[in-house]
């Protein structure tokens, strides 16, 4: 029989209760965290020394947190409107600080990217796992409670369930469940109704029985978390305009999160919706000349008349953008033989993503379907409905680095360092290689600038590989498309240099000389010569004007002025050595005119009246940068 409660402290009780204290909770990642059960419980296991908590599970997400500075000004008032009262975890911060009690073991299978670089106790308590087995690995760690917020229709005996954001793992992990408590082990399960989520149907929607424990307790509640879309820079609107050439109509789409992902959604819905356009600027942009081979293979580059079947782990604002606009159209049959045109496992992202889904009519609510990780991520199980749907797969993701011999490198440090976590991209790559005409699209920044020095992402080797080698595909960059698929190593070697920033070629290819992997007489072609920011910045300039390469694609949470704040810090980090900042304040003020003109940007930051030293100094470093930046 399922028990409800109208307060989060009467569950905590209840479920110490039933495990005798000895408590190992498992969670799902992001949005369909209970943070307020989650905090109730660590609140209980602080005070009590007795109570035995761990944590797994995956993307614990904190309100993101400025550098004291200016970083900090811009963000306070951000964070204060887009977060509102979302209730942070406990456990995280205290993770943070270093101080979890003795009693609390806090595990992860994918962190918040970048977030816990120098936290020894999050870096040595990481578990490197597939998603596809992170319900496996929960299981093996002991699990014996399973909550998530969860959504509602109905009342009484109308009432129904929906798992919404996050039915991936939760579905996967049902049926053992079910068996071991057959066999008597006590395994709770935890519904934690909030109002806010997106109903979704299908496989998302379970009895309502199917919970030993349903909270709903309104003051439980709070501000959903979310991520809000983030500035698409010049780089990445030419990574993304060449991999949506690569994308077959009447195909299958995975793309990722971030700026990389939402350049490729941009990109497909220009395609779509102004294809002239679309092919001038393709044309216009001089991708290198193996770029127009890789996506021969795709067909014509015309709107999407067939439509694209999204399938992917992680169901972006980019796909849903992307159904929006009647590009994701394709029908394929779905969990009941009804007709669905997006399979997802879970879903984040910014507010205008839950509107919208919560705003969908039901019959186009009823063409998404969320469901178990183990059918969007694997071929196994159910493989041939599987291969008949996945037509054409185009499977995007992203590395922050590439070796030359077509490694990617995505969630770790050459120091063993965890940045992130492998999530399901192995899986995608791998299917890639599986299905007859998919291919394995990574995305990769040729270069990364700070403090005003500049790298290559394409480099010799690496530490640690995400992706081995020996399952390379395309890879591309803002310099056009290198296809890798059935190559030699000297041919992947030189399709990479094709690629990567004219600064870093040379030496590159020295290194794969001296190795004996280039012919000692082996010279670039000189198409590939001329890989420079400055070409790209050329075309960049000349179509910015007419309302291409918009720094944000699929809308933003920021005002106006905050987006030049945000661009004019970017440019900070990215160009001005720490050790001239200084300098680069003393080189005179600007002049009055300037400081009027960014009157409104001065005011936003609590600089419009500078007072003391630092102030006078911020103020004078902002003016500086927005003059770079706001043309």
Known sequence: ?????????????????????????????????????????????????????????????????GAPGLQQRFLDPFLERVYGDYEELDYLHARRAGKLPDNVEVIEFYVQPAAELTNNYA?????????????????????????????????????????????????????????RKARGETLITVGCIHDELPFMLNSAEVPADGFDIILDDPKAQHTLISTPNMPVGMAEHF????????????????????????????????????????????????????????????????????????????????????????????????????????????????????????????EELAKIDMTNISFVNGLYGNEELKRSQRLHGRFINTAFSMTLMGAGIADQLEDGRILSGVGGQYNFVAQAHELEGARSVMLVR?????????????????????????????????????DLRGKTDAEIIGAMLSIADSRFQEELMETAKVAGKLPADYVLPRAFRNNTPGRLKEIYDRYRPEGLFPEFPLGSDFTYVEEMLLRAMVWLKAHVEPRSLLDMARTGPVSAETHKHFAAHLERMGLDEAHGVKEKLFQQLLLKALEATSS
């Open 1 to 65: 029989m399922t028990e409800r409660f109208d307060s989060v402290e009467q569950v905590a009780d209840a479920i110490i209760e039933r495990t005798e204290g000895s408590i190992v909770l498992g969670m799902p990642l992001g949005l369909g965290k209970p943070n307020e059960l989650a905090n109730a419980l660590y609140r209980r296991a602080v005070d009590d020394p007795r109570i035995s908590l761990s944590i797994a599970t995956a993307l614990s997400l904190g309100r993101p947190k």
């Open 123 to 179: 870096q040595q308590n990481y578990i490197s796992s597939n998603y596809t087995h992170i319900a496996r690995d929960m299981f093996r760690r002991g699990i014996n409670v399973l909550a998530q917020t969860v959504a509602r229709r109905g009342e009484g005996d109308d009432e129904r369930i929906s798992l919404s954001c996050n039915p991936e793992m939760t579905l996967d992990m049902m049926p053992e469940i079910a068996a």
């Open 239 to 362: 990574i993304g305009l060449a991999a949506s050439a690569l994308v077959r109509d009447g195909g299958t789409l995975q793309i990722g999160i971030g700026a990389l992902g939402d350049s490729v959604a941009g990109a497909l819905l220009l395609r779509h919706e102004d294809n002239a356009t679309y092919r001038k600027l393709l044309d216009d942009s001089h991708y290198n000349p193996t770029f127009y081979d890789a996506f021969e293979e795709s067909g014509p580059l015309d709107s999407f008349e067939e439509g694209l079947y999204g399938c992917s782990e992680m169901f972006t604002y980019g796909l849903f953008r992307l159904v929006q606009a009647g590009v994701i159209k394709r029908e394929v049959e779905g969990p009941n033989g009804q007709p669905v045109h997006m399979t997802g496992g879970f879903f984040l992202g910014p507010r205008a993503f839950y509107d919208g889904l919560r705003g969908l009519p039901e």
């Open 446 to 482: 040729a270069t990364r600038s700070k403090g005003g020095e500049t790298r290559s992402n394409i480099i010799w080797n690496y530490g640690h590989t995400t992706i081995p080698r020996h399952l390379r595909d395309i890879v591309v960059t803002e310099y056009g498309v290198a």
